[in-house]
Protein backbone atom coordinates (compact mmCIF):
# COMPACT_ATOMS: atom_id res chain seq x y z
CA UNK A 1 0.00 0.00 0.00
CA UNK A 2 2.12 2.97 -1.39
CA UNK A 3 1.80 5.98 0.71
CA UNK A 4 3.03 9.50 1.22
CA UNK A 5 5.03 9.90 4.09
CA UNK A 6 5.76 13.33 6.20
CA UNK A 7 7.91 13.73 9.04
CA UNK A 8 8.09 15.19 12.02
CA UNK A 9 4.25 14.50 12.19
CA UNK A 10 4.23 17.37 15.26
CA UNK A 11 6.88 19.80 16.13
CA UNK A 12 6.45 22.32 18.51
CA UNK A 13 9.21 25.40 18.06
CA UNK A 14 9.73 28.77 19.10
CA UNK A 15 9.60 32.20 17.09
CA UNK A 16 12.79 32.54 15.04
CA UNK A 17 13.34 28.94 15.33
CA UNK A 18 14.17 26.96 11.47
CA UNK A 19 11.67 24.35 10.94
CA UNK A 20 12.26 22.11 8.43
CA UNK A 21 9.40 19.26 7.18
CA UNK A 22 10.18 16.29 5.53
CA UNK A 23 7.81 14.63 2.54
CA UNK A 24 8.87 10.91 0.85
CA UNK A 25 6.39 10.89 -1.89
CA UNK A 26 4.85 7.71 -3.65
CA UNK A 27 7.32 5.78 -5.26
CA UNK A 28 7.42 6.26 -9.12
CA UNK A 29 5.22 9.76 -8.60
CA UNK A 30 6.97 12.79 -10.70
CA UNK A 31 4.74 15.82 -8.90
CA UNK A 32 5.41 16.92 -5.63
CA UNK A 33 2.62 19.28 -3.86
CA UNK A 34 3.12 21.37 -0.97
CA UNK A 35 -0.01 22.56 0.90
CA UNK A 36 -0.71 24.63 4.28
CA UNK A 37 -4.39 24.08 5.85
CA UNK A 38 -5.83 26.99 8.02
CA UNK A 39 -9.03 27.12 9.39
CA UNK A 40 -10.24 29.82 7.52
CA UNK A 41 -8.42 29.55 4.11
CA UNK A 42 -8.74 25.40 3.77
CA UNK A 43 -5.56 24.50 2.12
CA UNK A 44 -3.46 26.78 0.26
CA UNK A 45 -1.29 25.60 -2.81
CA UNK A 46 2.35 26.56 -1.43
CA UNK A 47 4.82 24.98 -4.19
CA UNK A 48 4.65 22.46 -7.30
CA UNK A 49 7.34 20.54 -8.02
CA UNK A 50 7.52 18.35 -11.46
CA UNK A 51 10.51 15.64 -11.97
CA UNK A 52 12.21 17.38 -8.74
CA UNK A 53 12.00 21.36 -11.04
CA UNK A 54 9.95 23.75 -9.01
CA UNK A 55 7.06 25.35 -11.25
CA UNK A 56 4.94 27.09 -9.42
CA UNK A 57 6.09 28.64 -5.64
CA UNK A 58 3.57 31.56 -6.32
CA UNK A 59 2.24 30.70 -3.17
CA UNK A 60 5.03 30.91 -0.65
CA UNK A 61 6.51 33.63 1.68
CA UNK A 62 9.30 34.11 -0.46
CA UNK A 63 11.47 35.60 2.04
CA UNK A 64 11.28 33.08 4.82
CA UNK A 65 10.34 29.61 3.18
CA UNK A 66 12.26 27.17 1.21
CA UNK A 67 11.07 24.01 -0.52
CA UNK A 68 13.54 21.56 -2.36
CA UNK A 69 13.88 18.15 -3.86
CA UNK A 70 17.32 17.34 -3.13
CA UNK A 71 16.47 13.72 -4.96
CA UNK A 72 13.61 11.94 -5.91
CA UNK A 73 12.87 10.35 -2.78
CA UNK A 74 12.85 13.66 -1.14
CA UNK A 75 10.97 16.72 -0.87
CA UNK A 76 11.75 19.56 2.34
CA UNK A 77 9.83 22.62 3.17
CA UNK A 78 12.12 24.96 5.28
CA UNK A 79 10.57 28.06 7.54
CA UNK A 80 13.44 30.13 8.73
CA UNK A 81 12.47 32.33 10.81
CA UNK A 82 9.35 30.72 12.18
CA UNK A 83 6.49 32.57 13.41
CA UNK A 84 3.51 32.61 14.67
CA UNK A 85 1.63 33.07 11.77
CA UNK A 86 3.09 30.18 10.71
CA UNK A 87 1.23 27.47 12.92
CA UNK A 88 -1.04 25.54 10.70
CA UNK A 89 -0.90 21.57 9.09
CA UNK A 90 1.12 21.18 6.30
CA UNK A 91 0.29 18.71 3.86
CA UNK A 92 2.46 16.75 1.15
CA UNK A 93 1.36 15.41 -1.85
CA UNK A 94 2.59 13.43 -4.71
CA UNK A 95 0.88 12.34 -7.87
CA UNK A 96 1.45 11.63 -11.84
CA UNK A 97 0.67 14.21 -15.00
CA UNK A 98 -2.84 12.33 -16.75
CA UNK A 99 -2.51 15.45 -19.51
CA UNK A 100 -2.38 18.61 -18.01
CA UNK A 101 -3.94 17.99 -14.98
CA UNK A 102 -2.40 15.86 -11.81
CA UNK A 103 -4.33 13.20 -9.59
CA UNK A 104 -3.11 13.91 -5.92
CA UNK A 105 -2.21 11.26 -2.99
CA UNK A 106 -1.91 14.22 0.29
CA UNK A 107 0.56 12.46 3.13
CA UNK A 108 -0.95 12.60 6.71
CA UNK A 109 0.29 16.44 7.50
CA UNK A 110 2.71 18.01 9.77
CA UNK A 111 1.25 20.41 12.53
CA UNK A 112 3.33 23.00 13.42
CA UNK A 113 2.70 24.90 16.38
CA UNK A 114 5.24 28.32 16.74
CA UNK A 115 5.26 29.71 19.91
CA UNK B 1 -9.42 35.51 -2.34
CA UNK B 2 -11.61 32.46 -1.92
CA UNK B 3 -12.59 31.16 -5.55
CA UNK B 4 -14.27 28.20 -3.79
CA UNK B 5 -16.49 28.24 -0.95
CA UNK B 6 -18.02 26.36 1.02
CA UNK B 7 -20.59 28.22 3.53
CA UNK B 8 -21.80 25.64 5.64
CA UNK B 9 -18.82 24.89 8.44
CA UNK B 10 -20.74 21.97 9.89
CA UNK B 11 -23.68 19.48 9.07
CA UNK B 12 -25.14 17.01 11.41
CA UNK B 13 -27.15 14.04 9.81
CA UNK B 14 -29.10 11.12 11.24
CA UNK B 15 -27.03 7.56 10.25
CA UNK B 16 -29.50 6.19 7.30
CA UNK B 17 -31.10 9.57 5.59
CA UNK B 18 -29.63 11.80 2.93
CA UNK B 19 -26.16 14.00 3.77
CA UNK B 20 -26.06 17.39 1.35
CA UNK B 21 -22.89 18.96 1.06
CA UNK B 22 -22.93 22.33 -0.83
CA UNK B 23 -20.01 24.44 -2.71
CA UNK B 24 -19.85 27.63 -4.66
CA UNK B 25 -17.51 28.52 -7.02
CA UNK B 26 -16.41 32.56 -8.41
CA UNK B 27 -14.17 30.80 -11.58
CA UNK B 28 -15.75 30.59 -14.49
CA UNK B 29 -12.78 28.93 -16.16
CA UNK B 30 -12.82 25.95 -13.72
CA UNK B 31 -13.74 22.91 -15.66
CA UNK B 32 -13.42 20.09 -13.25
CA UNK B 33 -14.54 19.51 -9.93
CA UNK B 34 -13.36 17.06 -7.02
CA UNK B 35 -14.43 16.08 -3.47
CA UNK B 36 -12.01 14.87 -1.58
CA UNK B 37 -12.97 13.51 2.91
CA UNK B 38 -10.41 14.12 5.37
CA UNK B 39 -10.32 12.20 8.53
CA UNK B 40 -8.93 13.39 12.10
CA UNK B 41 -4.54 13.17 11.94
CA UNK B 42 -4.68 12.34 8.05
CA UNK B 43 -4.42 13.97 4.78
CA UNK B 44 -7.65 14.59 2.15
CA UNK B 45 -8.29 11.67 -0.08
CA UNK B 46 -10.14 11.97 -3.18
CA UNK B 47 -13.81 10.64 -2.77
CA UNK B 48 -15.49 11.90 -6.33
CA UNK B 49 -14.83 14.54 -9.04
CA UNK B 50 -17.34 15.98 -11.99
CA UNK B 51 -16.11 17.42 -15.40
CA UNK B 52 -18.01 20.74 -16.38
CA UNK B 53 -19.40 18.63 -19.24
CA UNK B 54 -21.38 16.84 -17.34
CA UNK B 55 -24.49 17.59 -14.44
CA UNK B 56 -24.23 14.44 -12.64
CA UNK B 57 -21.65 11.86 -11.54
CA UNK B 58 -22.48 8.96 -9.10
CA UNK B 59 -20.34 6.40 -7.55
CA UNK B 60 -21.85 3.90 -5.33
CA UNK B 61 -23.51 5.88 -2.27
CA UNK B 62 -22.03 9.03 -3.57
CA UNK B 63 -22.91 11.62 -6.04
CA UNK B 64 -21.86 15.00 -7.13
CA UNK B 65 -24.20 17.45 -9.26
CA UNK B 66 -22.76 20.34 -11.04
CA UNK B 67 -24.92 23.76 -11.91
CA UNK B 68 -22.65 25.84 -14.32
CA UNK B 69 -24.89 28.70 -14.55
CA UNK B 70 -25.48 29.24 -11.00
CA UNK B 71 -21.51 28.47 -10.47
CA UNK B 72 -22.27 25.59 -7.59
CA UNK B 73 -22.15 22.28 -6.76
CA UNK B 74 -22.96 19.92 -4.12
CA UNK B 75 -22.25 16.30 -2.86
CA UNK B 76 -25.09 14.48 -1.79
CA UNK B 77 -24.46 10.74 0.34
CA UNK B 78 -27.12 8.56 0.68
CA UNK B 79 -27.43 6.68 2.89
CA UNK B 80 -25.45 8.38 5.38
CA UNK B 81 -23.44 6.27 7.69
CA UNK B 82 -20.95 6.83 11.09
CA UNK B 83 -17.77 6.31 8.78
CA UNK B 84 -18.75 9.13 7.05
CA UNK B 85 -18.26 11.39 9.57
CA UNK B 86 -15.12 13.57 8.63
CA UNK B 87 -14.32 17.11 6.90
CA UNK B 88 -15.16 17.43 3.07
CA UNK B 89 -13.66 19.15 0.69
CA UNK B 90 -14.61 20.90 -2.48
CA UNK B 91 -11.91 21.76 -4.94
CA UNK B 92 -11.97 23.15 -8.40
CA UNK B 93 -9.25 23.25 -11.42
CA UNK B 94 -8.57 25.20 -14.63
CA UNK B 95 -7.43 22.91 -16.73
CA UNK B 96 -3.96 22.27 -14.96
CA UNK B 97 -2.61 21.10 -12.36
CA UNK B 98 -3.55 23.72 -9.74
CA UNK B 99 -6.27 23.31 -7.15
CA UNK B 100 -8.36 25.72 -5.38
CA UNK B 101 -9.79 24.44 -2.41
CA UNK B 102 -12.83 25.16 -0.14
CA UNK B 103 -12.46 25.60 3.68
CA UNK B 104 -14.05 22.23 4.62
CA UNK B 105 -17.65 20.67 5.68
CA UNK B 106 -17.15 18.83 9.14
CA UNK B 107 -19.63 16.16 8.60
CA UNK B 108 -21.06 14.31 12.04
CA UNK B 109 -23.32 11.52 11.39
CA UNK B 110 -25.18 10.73 14.57
CA UNK B 111 -26.30 6.77 15.03
Known amino acids: DARVTQTPRHKVTEMGQEVTMRCQPI?????VFWYRQTMMQGLELLAYFRNRAPLDDSGMPKDRFSAEMPDATLATLKIQPSEPRDSAVYFCASGTTQGARVEQYFGPGTRLTVT | DQQVKQNSPSLSVQEGRISILNCDYTNSMFDYFLWYKKYPAEGPTFLISISSIKDKNEDGRFTVFLNKSAKHLSLHIVPSQPGDSAVYFC??????????FGAGTTVTVRA
Open chain 2, 91 to 100: AASAGDYKLS
Open chain 1, 27 to 31: LGHNT
